[in-house]
């Protein structure tokens, strides 16, 4: 593994805010000549870029994972399947990307694609909540207990956070549900 | 509702009892929709229970929006955000230019038309033509340049395209965030809305109460949609600040000291047309509406 690359998958393991927008101001320009090359513009080159973060996010989390390309490479892959995948849901006949990139498939990495764009659906939705709401199903979801929620964000008690926990996530299951691309993964079946 | 969200949490937890849980495996078989439902939750359950996840995801969204500017030649030597502001820069330099030079132009026509132009039409203008051709010329400076045209992106299909013209259809992303309870927990409004036929126009009067704790000079942003999910939320009708008017003679509301606010829009606005609109309540510099409530106008 190359020191730079090292240097960017730690960044997306921890969090490291400054690599990170490093790595926004050494790439994003690339990915971006990439996606409006292709049919895309400026907003899809950031979505397709960050959904592919989080696609290598996952995949360096995995025991075995090692880089065995340079960064780039990676990034560039990852950005390359997921924008030929929605371009393809567009599209009834085959879609051939212009690469300006010499291009190499990248393994393992088809389905988190496939995950990742499901995640962004529920993503997308959880975005529109409140910040309250945000913060209390984020607790929710990490499995906090209802009480130390209630100390975390100021509640006044346990039935009132239940209460709302469960007007957030109706809300959040309402939000994902009136998405298009919900009907479309749901007829897709599972 | 409620019921059925934990009894699911409970189900996914391995929180249920055996013969609940057989019982519930068992509803589970014959209601395709319940057996939906669960994996929904589960599905939510998968996604958001990595908070470093979580956490990331918040970073990317943060950085990513300030690489907010659309790049029409980003070379890849500098650092990308420079290179905008040194094209914006440049842009609204030449357009300062542009502008002062036009005036004088203009200027110039208007106090020395007669031998300037006269010199140049002598032969066959009177002066009701001298005229047009003032007109023509300015008409023929070039426009200035946009930053969108630089940049052509083949079309793509976009969802909104897809859906419905119909003013009274109902928006489903709105429609998804109107909600009479309590949203927020700190600001709970109470609004009503009313498109009132005047002479000069539709008057759109949205009034009611906010109950909150002590507002410190702070201010909300109100903004009016129609049903069109084109747009929304990039293309608004009418976008108002409110200043909320502490109700007099408040009584701290409840626990909390909250205190009731008042509230008004009122604005008319030329030719709206029959349909179902939407309006939302923001807090200044944050991108999550408080509030979301809807009016029709009849035809």
Request: charged share 25%; hydrophobic share 35%; net charge negative.
């Amino acid at each position: 593994m190359s020191k730079k690359g090292k240097h960017y998958i730690d960044a997306i393991l921890q969090n490291d805010t400054r690599a990170l927008r490093a790595m926004y101001q050494e790439y994003l320009p690339r990915i971006s000549n990439f996606i409006r090359k292709n049919g895309g513009r400026e907003a899809d080159a950031k979505d397709v870029f960050q959904e592919a973060l989080i696609v290598i996010y996952k995949k360096s989390q995995a025991p075995d994972f090692t880089l065995t390309s340079n960064f780039y490479t990676l990034l560039y892959g990852v950005c390359r399947n997921i924008w030929g995948n929605q371009l393809q849901k567009k599209s009834r006949t085959e879609v051939t990307l212009l690469d300006d990139y010499k291009y190499t498939s990248v393994p393992g990495v088809n389905e988190l694609v496939e995950q990742a764009e499901e995640d962004k659906l529920f993503w997308d939705a959880f975005q529109q909540l409140g910040k309250d709401c945000q913060k209390l199903l984020q607790l929710f979801f990490a499995k906090v207990k209802m009480a130390e929620i209630v100390q975390k964000l100021g509640l006044s008690s346990v039935s009132y956070a239940k209460k709302k926990k469960f007007q957030c996530k109706e809300r959040l299951v309402k939000l994902v549900k009136a998405d298009q691309r919900f009907a479309e993964l749901s007829q897709k079946g599972r | 509702m409620e019921e059925l969200y934990n009894k699911i949490e409970d189900y996914l937890a391995g929180d249920m009892s055996a013969a609940d849980k057989e019982a519930f495996e068992q509803a589970l078989q014959k209601d395709p929709e319940l057996l939906a439902e669960v994996n929904l939750h589960r599905q939510l359950q998968a996604t958001f229970s990595d908070s470093q996840e979580m956490a990331l995801r918040q970073s990317l969204k943060e950085i990513s929006a300030d690489f907010s500017i659309e790049s029409t030649t980003p070379p890849a030597t500098k650092p990308f955000y420079q290179n905008i502001w040194f094209y914006l820069g440049l842009l609204a330099t030449l357009l300062v230019i542009y502008l002062i030079s036009r005036n004088q132009n203009l200027s110039n026509i208007q106090q020395e038309d007669t031998p300037t132009l006269d010199t140049l039409l002598q032969e066959d203008l009177d002066t009701s033509n001298t005229l047009s051709t003032i007109d023509s010329v300015e008409e023929s400076i070039p426009e200035e340049p946009s930053i969108e045209e630089a940049s052509p992106t083949p079309p793509i299909p976009n969802r909104a395209d897809e859906t419905t013209r119909d003013p009274f259809a109902t928006n489903s992303v709105l429609e998804a965030l109107l909600d009479p309870e309590v949203w927020s927990f700190q600001y709970d409004f109470d609004l009503n809305a009313n498109v009132i036929e005047l002479d000069e126009g539709s008057n759109i009067v949205i009034d009611g109460e906010l109950t909150s704790t002590e507002l410190e000079g702070e201010q909300f942003t109100i903004v009016v949609f129609d049903n069109q999910s084109q747009n929304y939320p990039s293309s608004p009708l009418l976008r108002q600040i409110l200043r909320p008017r502490e109700i007099e003679d408040n009584q701290p509301v409840a626990f909390g000291g909250k205190l009731r606010y008042s509230i008004l829009l009122d604005e008319i606005i030329k030719d709206l047309e029959p349909g179902l609109y939407y309006y939302q309540v923001y807090m200044e510099s944050e991108a999550e509406p408080l509030h979301t409530g809807s009016f029709r106008k009849s035809s």
